[in-house]
């Protein structure tokens, strides 16, 4: 099964987002634990794609994709930018990094998904999810 949702890149528009996902939440009846799992790496990747790959520009747009496959969900959160090199990012955990305002995003999505991967140089991330994992 396949889901999308394009949504104007803007932060008060994230009640779009959220009523996507719980459509998905609904539908699979998913765990509690999952649903928060998967609602904090696409907010991250949201905000992410809002303010550093759209340059926080209303005229841009945010695509999110939802893809079930056999053993896991995939969400893909697409902006309009020309990415960034997500090889090469501080790691927010380090002292010197700590207190900065930015930098967290990825270290959550990382976090929470199963396993992240960068598409288009950036300005596509796939979250992927087991289904068993909770």
């Avoid at 609904?26 to 992410?48: D, F, G, W």
């Avoid at 790691?91 to 999505?109: C, K, V």
């Amino acid at each position: 099964m396949e889901k999308s949702i394009k949504v104007i890149s803007s932060i008060n528009r994230f009640c779009e987002i959220e009523s996507f996902l719980n459509s998905i939440f609904n539908q699979y009846n998913l765990s509690r634990k999952l649903y928060c799992r998967i609602y904090i790496a696409v907010s991250e990747a949201v905000n992410n794609a809002i303010q550093h790959g759209n340059d926080n520009d209303i005229s841009k747009f945010i695509f999110i994709k939802f893809i079930e496959k056999d053993d896991s969900f995939n969400l893909f959160i697409q902006d309009e930018g020309n990415g960034f090199d997500f090889n090469n990012l501080p790691d927010p955990t380090l002292s010197d990094n700590i207190r900065n305002e930015s930098g967290r995003g990825i270290f959550f999505m990382k976090k929470y998904a199963n396993e992240v991967i960068f598409h288009k140089n950036g300005s596509n991330v796939q979250l992927i999810f087991d289904k068993t994992s909770d």
